[in-house]
C-alpha cells in the first residue's frame, strides 16, 4: 500500500500528497461527515446527524504521523484519525465508487450456463450454494432438482435461501388447471412470459416455482432475461429503448376479495443509466394514458418490446419433470410456459422471497468462508 506524505488545508478541503505522486483533495465536510472515529463501534453507523455539521467545519490542523491522516476540528476541537487504505479505498476525488457487478446478459442458446445444482447436494456444501447464489445474482435465474414432490417443499428452499414474502395469495400458492379460474396461470392455456405481481408496489424480487407433477403433454416452462432484451433494444432502438424508460403505465388486479394496483415504468434505470428492473405484464396492464404526442411510437416500442421477450432467440425452453425448481429475480427475468394438454396431472407450488436476505444469506456463507 503506497503511504500518505503530507497534508494541508487548502480553502475548504483537505489536500494529500502520496508517495507514488497521486494527488486527493476531499471535502472538509466530507471528511468529518465519515470520520472513522465518530461512527458506532460495532454497527459502524453514523451517531452524528450530517445536518448539525456547521457549515464552515474545517481542520485547525492536519498532519500525518505513521502514515495515517490526523486531523483537529477547529470548531469542537475533536480529533480525526484515517488510516491509509480507509482513505486510498474511499478517495472519491480519484475515481472511487461502489460498483455493482454488471449482470451476466443470456438469452435462448445460453442453457448449459444457468446456474444449476441438485438440492440434496446443495443443502451438504456451503462452497456450492456460495457459487449457486453468485451464479442467481450475476444471471437472475437458478435450476434445481431433486426437490422434495411432498406439497410446501418450496417453503423449505425459500426458507433456506431467504425470508418468505406472504402476499393475498399467501406463503404459497398452488399452480393448478381450474374452472372459472382468476388467472391465465391456472388454465392449460399457453403463458406468455412476463414479470409477476406488477400490480404490485413494491412487487416481489424473487419467485420460486416447484414442480411436483408434470405428466402432461407440452408445458415447458419458458423464461427470458428482460435485460438482455433492454440492453439489445437500446443498441439497437434508442428511441424505443428512451420511451419504454420514459414513461410510466399502470398495472391492476382484482378479485373478490383483493384490490390491487401500481405504476411502474417497462424499463427502470438508476440515475447512471443502468437497468435496474423490467416490469412487463400485459395481461395486468391499464389502457396507456400518454401524451397523445407519443402514444403511437409508444405502441410501436411495446409491441417491439414484447415481440422481442417471446422469440426463439431470447427464449429459454426447459422441461422441468417433477421434483425440479427454478428461482428467477422477478425484476428481471420474465417467465411463462407453453401450452399443454389437459390430460395428465400438472401441480406446481410458488412462493416469494426478497432478494435483500437471499444476499444477505450468500455475504454471511462468503464471511464465514473468509
Known sequence: ?????????????????????????????????????LLHTSTQHRVVETSTIPTDVHPSSCTVVDGALHITWEHDGHQSVYPTEWLRENDYSNGARY??????????????????????????????????????????????????????????????????????????????????????AYTNMPLVVHTDEAYRD?????????????????????????FKVAADLRRDEPEMFRLLAGHTLRFHFSDATTELAATGSVISLDPEGNVTAIRYSNHSVLPFRLPATVMASYYEAYRAFGRMRESEQYQLRLNMP????????????????????????????SCYIERDELTSRLAMLERRHR
Open 1 to 37: 500500500m503506497t503511504h500518505l506524505v503530507a497534508a494541508s488545508v487548502v480553502d475548504a478541503s483537505v489536500e494529500l500528497l502520496w508517495a507514488d505522486g497521486r494527488t486527493s483533495s476531499l471535502l472538509s465536510m466530507w471528511l468529518r461527515d465519515n470520520a472513522p472515529d
Open 99 to 184: 460498483e455493482v457487478a454488471p449482470p451476466a446478459l443470456w438469452d435462448g442458446s445460453c442453457s448449459d450456463d444457468i446456474p444449476s445444482a441438485r438440492w440434496p447436494d446443495l443443502l451438504a456444501s456451503d462452497g456450492l450454494r456460495v457459487d449457486f447464489l453468485r451464479g442467481f445474482c450475476a444471471y437472475g435465474i437458478g435450476l434445481l432438482t431433486d426437490v422434495s414432490t411432498e406439497p410446501g417443499s418450496v417453503l423449505g428452499v425459500a426458507d433456506e435461501l431467504g425470508v418468505v414474502r406472504p402476499t393475498s395469495w399467501g406463503t404459497v400458492f398452488d399452480v393448478v388447471s381450474m374452472v372459472d379460474a382468476n388467472s391465465v
Open 202 to 226: 413494491p412487487a416481489p424480487t424473487v419467485q420460486l416455482q416447484h414442480f411436483l407433477r408434470n405428466d402432461t403433454s407440452g408445458g415447458a416452462a419458458t423464461l427470458t432475461d428482460g
Open 322 to 349: 417433477a421434483g425440479s425448481l427454478y428461482i428467477v429475480d422477478n425484476r428481471r427475468v420474465m417467465h411463462g410456459r407453453s401450452g399443454f394438454s389437459s390430460g395428465g396431472a400438472r401441480h406446481l407450488q
